[in-house]
């Protein structure tokens, strides 16, 4: 299977397994599987751990298991391909792997596959994950077996001279992939035993039958059978191969085992086939070389040459694993055909397709199911091709045109604007599938809060929503959480994060069925961590803090949402580093008009930011008190729950909207930054330390203040980053830059009174209609 297009998987609903299977599903020996593609171009599907799809599963592991419904949540999550049944020594269950066995346009199945699916037609078939193999399962009670015969097909069948593969597992440690792709309509598994008594007796007996032909091929054409009909290479071939490695349209496994072959036919020993072999770690060996078992490999194919058990008597010319000859034929002789297996054990009549004699090879098989003991894979992330068939959606959304499914974002907002209240209403929509803002819930999934602050309140607020718009709040939620959150800008908050999150969905998919798909941290200001003073507003700290939502977003495949802080200056959003916000998906903000009292009217979420979708949408919202029972004081419990009122509604908007405010009407966000800074710092000035003087020459006292002190308060919080020097001149640039632009936009007016510059506000009225700013009332006072 070699193709640069990841092999489609044939599955069905992984989640309704038939019922023949219901006694797997019963135990914890689950993993998952994913297509991964070797150097050679070839596909293999080794198993990983299902609560830690980056990490392999080990069949001699049993912490590396885990339940049937951990791997299906990984599954559902698009973590992994398919899952992968863990089969031990101590289970009741056998498998026989059928491979190359069934034409993938037609679905027909070869003659020999036939017969083994005849044997077992009492018990439970399916196909395996490529399409182009079969899977038998049942009961056993015999011992340990663990046989693989790989052959050539017979003449009988689609396509002669075609690789196919049968291998036995009995008593054995195996991961086995499921698929639900089922054969026939058993319902339950049944004994296997005497199936597997006969495949036995099958594959030695098409092995004996190969091995016969060869020899018979050998004495005839003389030698050692190489540079012959029996073997493709001629000498300066193989040691070309020896030294260089095999050609790329070679399987390389099945040339090491024949080039092992020449040498113990020439008289060699395994320890002077390994000393000339690792000579060359560019050769046939080498990749066997770099894993330190080129030595246990050489054993391993030289044994394939010793003197086999057959179910019947006879000689053959063998050569044992030191390259003696264990047996040795009198004289080359006409091969005759092999006499009968004797009658025990008894079994069914043998079929003629069994008379064909076939090739004893054993090539490797890319389409078998792999154990972790020798995972191969690429380093290199996988490579998307324009134009290239692709199954998966354009866009996944979590909320529809709101929040993806996979992603990192904030929600932010000034300190008492119902940050927290809006989130768990969030989380309560993708909890239930019921919509937010309006928009569908297309992933519902369970939800993970973690509470940095505020964290004795998360039972009583989520308690409230769900009683008052999920149903009478009897009914358990697929809603969880933490109250203690990890340091997010410590070393290994990542792996945290991660391990919490495992946690929670495997709870969310045991209790509610569903994968964890939300995940809200708040907030972020509260576990960032941060070191110095200062560190906050650094660009490269505040990616750094992003980075770790986004690593954790990718691991699970969900989204992360952090609760965030509005700065001083409103305008300029998430409190700190401007990186926050960039590097964000998404960003809702919640906005509205806060007294002195801390009410707040005019409350709305806006989208200030959406990737996938539109933004500068808001929605207006108001608090509603919700009473909780009685606390142990017998008075009333009370929390607050989000009602969404739809636009224009009575109470949607308290107060008329103010019109653009002048100070920002600059296209460059950096600019518009400083201006507004200049604002802020200009009417702190004017009402602290302004002076009443006359506009010269000849104009009316008017409030001003000198411009040093405004130039010195705005260096005081505008951050800089490089030496002191350099500080400063970044600071002097960008003062002088929003002085000349207010002046231009006759919003300031500079004066030279004496030896003194002066600052005062050119239409303070019109700033106090628009900034709706206490300052400002305060001047005009």
């Given at each position: 299977?070699?193709?640069?297009?990841?092999?489609?998987?044939?599955?069905?609903?992984?989640?309704?397994?038939?019922?023949?299977?219901?006694?797997?599903?019963?135990?914890?020996?689950?993993?998952?599987?994913?297509?991964?593609?070797?150097?050679?171009?070839?596909?293999?599907?080794?198993?990983?751990?299902?609560?830690?799809?980056?990490?392999?599963?080990?069949?001699?592991?049993?912490?590396?298991?885990?339940?049937?419904?951990?791997?299906?949540?990984?599954?559902?999550?698009?973590?992994?391909?398919?899952?992968?049944?863990?089969?031990?020594e101590n289970d009741p269950f056998a498998a026989i792997d059928l491979d190359h066995c069934r034409c993938l346009e037609t679905h027909s199945i070869d003659i020999w596959?036939?017969?083994?699916?005849?044997?077992?037609?009492?018990?439970?078939?399916?196909?395996?994950?490529?399409?182009?193999?079969?899977?038998?399962?049942?009961?056993?009670?015999?011992?340990?077996?663990?046989?693989?015969?790989?052959?050539?097909?017979?003449?009988?069948?689609?396509?002669?001279?075609?690789?196919?593969?049968?291998?036995?597992?009995?008593?054995?440690?195996?991961?086995?992939?499921?698929?639900?792709?089922?054969?026939?309509?058993?319902?339950?598994?049944?004994?296997?035993?005497?199936?597997?008594?006969?495949?036995?007796?099958?594959?030695?007996?098409?092995?004996?039958?190969?091995?016969?032909?060869?020899?018979?091929?050998?004495?005839?054409?003389?030698?050692?059978?190489?540079?012959?009909?029996?073997?493709?290479?001629?000498?300066?071939?193989?040691?070309?191969?020896?030294?260089?490695?095999?050609?790329?349209?070679?399987?390389?496994?099945?040339?090491?085992?024949?080039?092992?072959?020449?040498?113990?036919?020439?008289?060699?020993?395994?320890?002077?086939?390994?000393?000339?072999?690792?000579?060359?770690?560019?050769?046939?060996?080498?990749?066997?070389?770099?894993?330190?078992?080129?030595?246990?490999?050489?054993?391993?194919?030289?044994?394939?040459?010793?003197?086999?058990?057959?179910?019947?008597?006879?000689?053959?010319?063998?050569?044992?694993?030191?390259?003696?000859?264990?047996?040795?034929?009198?004289?080359?002789?006409?091969?005759?055909?092999?006499?009968?297996?004797?009658?025990?054990?008894?079994?069914?009549?043998?079929?003629?397709?069994?008379?064909?004699?076939?090739?004893?090879?054993?090539?490797?098989?890319?389409?078998?199911?792999?154990?972790?003991?020798?995972?191969?894979?690429?380093?290199?992330?996988?490579?998307?091709?324009?134009?290239?068939?692709?199954?998966?959606?354009?866009?996944?959304?979590?909320?529809?045109?709101?929040?993806?499914?996979?992603?990192?974002?904030?929600?932010?907002?000034?300190?008492?604007t119902a940050k927290t209240f809006t989130a768990i209403d969030l989380a309560a929509a993708v909890a239930t599938g019921q919509p937010f803002l309006g928009r569908v819930?297309?992933?519902?999934?369970?939800?993970?809060?973690?509470?940095?602050?505020?964290?004795?309140?998360?039972?009583?607020?989520?308690?409230?929503?769900?009683?008052?718009?999920?149903?009478?709040?009897?009914?358990?939620?697929?809603?969880?959480?933490?109250?203690?959150?990890?340091?997010?800008?410590?070393?290994?908050?990542?792996?945290?994060?991660?391990?919490?999150?495992?946690?929670?969905?495997?709870?969310?998919?045991?209790?509610?069925?569903?994968?964890?798909?939300?995940?809200?941290?708040?907030?972020?200001?509260?576990?960032?961590?941060?070191?110095?003073?200062?560190?906050?507003?650094?660009?490269?700290?505040?990616?750094?803090?992003?980075?770790?939502?986004?690593?954790?977003?990718?691991?699970?495949?969900?989204?992360?949402?952090?609760?965030?802080?509005?700065?001083?200056?409103?305008?300029?959003?998430?409190?700190?580093?401007?990186?926050?916000?960039?590097?964000?998906?998404?960003?809702?903000?919640?906005?509205?008009?806060?007294?002195?009292?801390?009410?707040?009217?005019?409350?709305?979420?806006?989208?200030?930011?959406?990737?996938?979708?539109?933004?500068?949408?808001?929605?207006?919202?108001?608090?509603?008190?919700?009473?909780?029972?009685?606390?142990?004081?017998?008075?009333?419990?009370?929390?607050?729950?989000?009602?969404?009122?739809?636009?224009?509604?009575?109470?949607?908007?308290?107060?008329?909207?103010?019109?653009?405010?002048?100070?920002?009407?600059?296209?460059?966000?950096?600019?518009?930054?400083?201006?507004?800074?200049?604002?802020?710092?200009?009417?702190?000035?004017?009402?602290?330390?302004?002076?009443?003087?006359?506009?010269?020459?000849?104009?009316?006292?008017?409030?001003?203040?000198?411009?040093?002190?405004?130039?010195?308060?705005?260096?005081?919080?505008?951050?800089?980053?490089?030496?002191?020097?350099?500080?400063?001149?970044?600071?002097?640039?960008?003062?002088?830059?929003?002085?000349?632009?207010?002046?231009?936009?006759?919003?300031?007016?500079?004066?030279?009174?004496?030896?003194?510059?002066?600052?005062?506000?050119?239409?303070?009225?019109?700033?106090?209609?628009?900034?709706?700013?206490?300052?400002?009332?305060?001047?005009?006072?």
């Amino acid at each position: 299977m070699s193709s640069n297009s990841k092999p489609i998987t044939q599955q069905r609903d992984l989640a309704k397994l038939p019922w023949a299977l219901a006694p797997l599903l019963e135990r914890p020996q689950w993993a998952v599987w994913r297509w991964t593609q070797k150097p050679d171009g070839t596909w293999q599907k080794p198993p990983f751990m299902a609560t830690q799809p980056d990490r392999h599963a080990s069949t001699s592991d049993p912490s590396t298991w885990s339940s049937y419904e951990t791997a299906l949540a990984a599954v559902r999550s698009r973590q992994a391909d398919g899952i992968s049944y863990i089969l031990t020594e101590n289970d009741p269950f056998a498998a026989i792997d059928l491979d190359h066995c069934r034409c993938l346009e037609t679905h027909s199945i070869d003659i020999w596959g036939q017969l083994f699916l005849e044997r077992g037609r009492n018990t439970y078939t399916e196909v395996t994950p490529s399409g182009t193999g079969c899977r038998i399962w049942g009961l056993v009670n015999g011992g340990p077996l663990h046989k693989k015969f790989t052959l050539k097909a017979g003449p009988r069948e689609f396509e002669p001279d075609k690789i196919i593969c049968a291998e036995l597992f009995r008593c054995t440690r195996k991961a086995l992939t499921i698929t639900g792709y089922r054969l026939n309509t058993v319902r339950e598994l049944t004994n296997i035993d005497r199936v597997l008594d006969w495949a036995v007796i099958w594959g030695e007996r098409r092995k004996a039958e190969a091995a016969a032909a060869e020899e018979a091929a050998r004495a005839t054409n003389g030698g050692n059978g190489f540079n012959s009909d029996a073997c493709a290479y001629s000498i300066d071939q193989i040691e070309h191969f020896v030294r260089e490695g095999a050609p790329p349209e070679a399987n390389r496994s099945e040339l090491f085992h024949t080039i092992i072959g020449h040498y113990l036919g020439c008289g060699w020993d395994q320890e002077k086939i390994f000393e000339h072999l690792q000579q060359f770690r560019d050769g046939i060996g080498g990749r066997y070389l770099s894993e330190s078992r080129l030595r246990s490999e050489i054993s391993r194919s030289a044994s394939k040459y010793g003197a086999v058990e057959l179910p019947w008597s006879g000689e053959s010319v063998w050569t044992d694993g030191g390259g003696q000859q264990a047996k040795t034929a009198p004289a080359p002789q006409p091969v005759q055909p092999p006499p009968p297996p004797p009658p025990s054990p008894p079994l069914e009549p043998e079929d003629p397709e069994l008379e064909d004699p076939e090739l004893e090879d054993e090539p490797e098989d890319d389409d078998a199911d792999l154990d972790e003991d020798e995972p191969e894979q690429s380093d290199l992330p996988q490579l998307f091709v324009h134009g290239s068939a692709d199954p998966r959606p354009l866009t996944t959304w979590l909320v529809k045109h709101v929040l993806p499914a996979r992603g990192h974002g904030l929600l932010s907002g000034q300190w008492g604007t119902a940050k927290t209240f809006t989130a768990i209403d969030l989380a309560a929509a993708v909890a239930t599938g019921q919509p937010f803002l309006g928009r569908v819930i297309k992933r519902q999934s369970g939800v993970l809060f973690i509470a940095a602050e505020g964290a004795n309140q998360v039972r009583l607020r989520f308690d409230a929503v769900w009683k008052e718009k999920c149903g009478d709040g009897k009914e358990r939620a697929p809603f969880c959480w933490y109250e203690v959150a990890p340091t997010l800008l410590q070393k290994g908050s990542v792996e945290k994060l991660i391990a919490m999150a495992r946690q929670a969905e495997v709870t969310l998919m045991r209790d509610f069925g569903l994968p964890l798909g939300l995940i809200i941290i708040d907030t972020i200001a509260a576990c960032a961590g941060y070191r110095r003073s200062g560190e906050e507003n650094d660009n490269a700290v505040g990616q750094a803090l992003m980075n770790v939502l986004k690593a954790v977003a990718q691991k699970i495949d969900c989204y992360v949402l952090g609760v965030d802080h509005f700065g001083k200056d409103l305008e300029a959003g998430t409190r700190g580093a401007a990186a926050k916000e960039s590097s964000a998906d998404s960003v809702l903000v919640c906005l509205g008009r806060k007294e002195l009292s801390g009410a707040i009217t005019n409350a709305r979420l806006a989208v200030r930011k959406n990737r996938g979708g539109p933004q500068g949408q808001e929605y207006p919202f108001s608090l509603r008190l919700v009473e909780m029972g009685l606390d142990e004081d017998g008075e009333p419990e009370t929390t607050m729950v989000v009602d969404w009122l739809p636009a224009g509604a009575a109470g949607a908007q308290t107060q008329p909207e103010p019109g653009p405010d002048p100070w920002s009407l600059s296209r460059r966000q950096d600019q518009r930054t400083a201006v507004l800074r200049l604002k802020r710092v200009l009417l702190e000035a004017l009402k602290e330390q302004g002076v009443d003087l006359n506009v010269p020459p000849d104009g009316p006292a008017v409030r001003m203040v000198d411009q040093e002190i405004v130039r010195q308060q705005f260096y005081a919080c505008t951050p800089a980053e490089g030496t002191p020097a350099q500080k400063t001149e970044f600071r002097r640039k960008r003062f002088n830059r929003a002085v000349d632009w207010a002046e231009d936009q006759l919003l300031i007016a500079v004066h030279e009174i004496g030896l003194v510059t002066y600052l005062r506000l050119s239409r303070p009225e019109e700033t106090k209609e628009n900034a709706g700013s206490e300052l400002n009332e305060e001047l005009d006072d």
